[in-house]
């Protein structure tokens, strides 16, 4: 791995040991990506950037008709000076202009990656970082975009961050922090698409002309649309192909562009959503934009997904995190809902310990007055009915039990009937000019504004100063309205969105600071907020509330494009389903469950003494497989959107235990036996599958696969072991 400039080409030649980006100044004042792709060992030019004088060219160079800046692939596309594809930048100076004509100057390699102001962002072990430095002349303004490339996975860091070295106030009304000029546009694109109980389906489309806009304007990254785009070769699949893919490590409203070119060229963007947007940038002030991770795989969407999972494992979870085994937990929400006592609880603690649960979750409802949605978010304080002596002598119990004890707080939020807002209805996002609107009877509290974010702090320490409270559910379940806060001058009123998500990433990193061993789950309704942001701070996030197994096979099966099984909470729950009303066998529900980071949510004491044997015989199994699940490699092998189910398998990374597994939908007339191949084994490997004790070839495993019995019922499920030997 490392960062070469060859002076007289005056080329960047950024590798690691599969990917190459090639980075060339031209004409001394522009950056252009002349390659990216499999590593190459040395680059000598032979993909010449060709000119020529084309209708509407506007040139730079008076004397060069060739050269317009509408056909140079750039780094950091210029605002007004004749690239007239969507621009990096749009600037709004004093005097009302928005030119912004930067020209590269200088450039810097660092053995190091420096933490972003107030952002998450990847850690840079095993890295180099190349800086180029542009200066705009006009207003003295500079601008560095980075490049962190990893030893460790075929991923590339870039961010952006603009100062402003003179002595008037200007404003940044479009800042993107990636800007990628492909030579051509013979892509499909691959995207992530949702809704609350249905997030993060795979589409895939041809690239289309003009520009086709991904985006989220929620104030969160969304479940509907997911800060991550792919490109790939039109006939790449999970091992074959070329994958371009670009994720953006940041929670809130972000744009991402794909746009054809005139002559067949392809620019793809992505950063924070210039709509609703804008910073003032007064004298000698910074603004760094959030960072956009970019990884390139020769080997199909594995070899994507598998960079992305190293990624987020050895650069963006907290370190402690890591390696780090998660509980098999119970989480009281599905199980009881609003409607409790503690002996009840109890009852339910009681028989998750007897089943093997690890930790118990006390989801909604434990506080303030809180029966229902409509009462005391923000009231962060036990509720007396429920818990008449406060929490601590419950916590108390569930601990003297053997358990660990999970809690789940909505902290963003409040209701209209709260003390909090009683006391300070101006703590909320709202305009003085009308009344503010609910969703799920809730307003957001204002962010951007420090002294909110001091009291939820303050809050929440306290509530964590009891030391047996190991795991915080952090939810999310409404997108920001009438977006305005009290505090804020007119002019910096399009600031509130970005400073409500550095006020968040603000509370966060403190309390994960001040609490390092409390495990953080995230949650948005489900997975309405899982992106690369959140995942800096909370290593696993409640992946969707359609806790159908059915439908988690798709849900997780898109999930996993970009993020690793451990982070995904997986839960078992009761039947009929309470999403869909659908009966699945528990084994199944389990299949699907165990396919991540395990837990239960349902009532243990409403199931017969087999159901609950059943579940004691899948946790200790979890216990074992635990590792391989969570710590190993995962395949995807058949892609539940286009077949009757899904399938994939786990390998540990020293190839000696794997866990296949295959749903299948409906049981269908006409049955045509299927296979799955598996793979990830080593090929010259024996294998003996556990429960039959058979013995088979890793490349038979692998190439002419594992034939799946007709079984005359829907929902069913097949997982297998195996064990080399
Ligand atoms: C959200 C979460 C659920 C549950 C409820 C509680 O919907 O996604 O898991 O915690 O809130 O109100």
């Keep these: 791995m490392g960062i070469d400039y060859q002076k007289d080409k005056q080329v960047f030649h950024l590798y690691n040991k599969n990917m190459s980006y090639i980075l060339q100044i031209i004409k001394g004042e522009f950056v252009s990506l002349r390659y990216w792709g499999r590593r190459i060992h040395c680059f000598h030019d032979s993909n010449k950037l060709l000119f020529y004088d084309r209708g509407f060219g506007v040139n730079i160079d008076k004397e060069d008709r060739t050269f317009s800046l509408d056909t140079l692939p750039q780094e950091f596309s ?3 000076l004749g690239d007239f594809r969507s621009s990096s930048i749009a600037m709004e100076w004093s005097d009302g202009t928005s030119v912004f004509d930067a020209r590269y100057q200088s450039y810097e390699i660092r053995q190091d990656k420096q933490p972003l102001p107030g952002l998450p962002s990847a850690s840079g072990e095993f890295s180099q970082t190349l800086i180029l430095h542009f200066y705009e002349e006009a207003h003295d303004i500079q601008l560095d975009v980075s490049y962190t490339i990893f030893e460790d996975c075929d991923c590339i860091t870039r961010n952006v961050s603009i100062s402003n070295l003179g002595e008037t106030s200007c404003k940044i009304t479009k800042l993107l922090t990636s800007n990628t000029d492909f030579n051509h546009r013979d892509f499909d694109l691959v ?47 999970e091992a074959y192909g070329n994958v371009y893919a670009f994720a953006f490590v940041y929670s809130g409203n972000f744009m991402a562009n794909v746009e054809v070119g005139q002559y067949g060229s392809l620019r793809v963007q992505m950063g924070l959503h210039p709509e609703a947007f804008s910073w003032e940038l007064a004298p000698k002030e910074s603004f760094t934009a959030p960072e956009v991770v970019l990884t390139y795989s020769y080997t199909g969407f594995t070899g994507m ?31 009881a809902y609003f409607d409790f006592t503690q002996e009840q609880l109890l009852e339910l603690a009681k028989k998750a310990k007897d089943v093997g649960i690890e930790l118990f979750v006390l989801d909604d409802g434990w506080f303030g007055q809180r029966n229902d949605d409509a009462h005391s978010l923000g009231d962060w304080y036990a509720n007396k009915e429920k818990f008449p002596h406060g929490l601590d002598p419950f916590i108390h119990e569930i601990i003297k039990l053997g358990l660990r004890f999970g809690i789940w707080v909505e902290p963003e939020m409040v209701n209209e009937e709260s003390e909090l807002y009683r006391k300070h209805p101006d703590w909320i996002l709202h305009v003085p000019y009308a009344k503010p609107l609910v969703g799920r009877n809730q307003f957001v509290l204002d962010l951007s504004r420090a002294d909110v974010c001091e009291y939820l702090i303050e809050q929440l320490s306290n509530l964590l100063s009891n030391k047996n409270i190991t795991y915080i559910k952090w939810d999310m379940n409404r997108h920001l309205t009438q977006v305005s806060s009290a505090l804020l001058p007119a002019h ?37 907020r899982f992106d690369f942001g959140m995942l800096s701070y909370m290593p696993q996030t409640w992946t969707s509330d359609n806790t159908d197994a059915i439908c988690r096979v798709n849900i997780q099966y898109g999930t996993s494009l970009l993020f690793p099984p451990i982070t995904m909470a997986a839960h078992v729950s009761a039947v009929p389903n309470h999403q ?37 015989e899948q946790i200790e199994n979890y216990k074992n497989i635990r590792p391989t699940i969570q710590q190993g490699d995962f395949y995807r092998l058949k892609n539940p959107f286009h077949q009757n189910g899904g399938a994939w398998n786990f390998v540990s990374k020293d190839k000696k235990h794997v866990i296949a597994i295959y749903i299948r939908t409906l049981s269908m007339p006409a049955y045509c036996v299927e296979t799955i191949t598996l793979r990830g084994l080593e090929e010259d490997a024996i294998y003996r599958n556990s429960e039959t004790q058979e013995i088979f070839g890793g490349d038979e495993l692998m190439y002419a696969g594992i034939s799946i019995p007709r079984v005359r019922e829907d929902f069913t499920s097949f997982i297998w072991y195996f064990e080399k030997l």
């Excluded at 389906?201 to 989220?216: A, E, F, H, W």
């Excluded at 400073?499 to 600071?513: A, D, F, K, N, P």
């Design 580 to 616: 869909v009303g659908r009966i699945t066998p528990l084994m199944t529900r389990y299949a699907v469950a165990m396919s991540g980071n395990l837990g239960y949510e349902l009532n243990l004491n409403e199931m017969i003494e087999e159901e609950l044997h059943c579940i004691r």
């Design 305 to 335: 997904s598998h960079a992305f999972y190293t990624f987020s494992q050895q650069h963006l979870i907290k370190p402690q995190f890591r390696n780090q085994l998660r509980p098999v937990l119970l989480n009281s929400w599905e199980a």
């Design 492 to 528: 910096k009123q399009k600031e509130v969105y970005h400073r409500y998500v550095l006020g968040l990433y603000h509370i966060l990193e403190t309390l994960t600071s001040r609490f390092p061993n409390v495990l953080f789950e995230g949650c948005s309704s489900g997975g309405g």
């Design 191 to 237: 995207t992530l698409h949702g809704s609350h109980t249905n997030e993060k389906n795979i589409v895939r489309r041809k690239v289309s002309d003009g520009i086709t806009m991904l985006s989220s304007l929620r104030g969160t990254s969304s479940p509907q649309q997911t800060p991550f785009i792919a490109l790939c070769d039109p006939n790449a699949n």
């Design 78 to 80: 210029t605002n007004g």
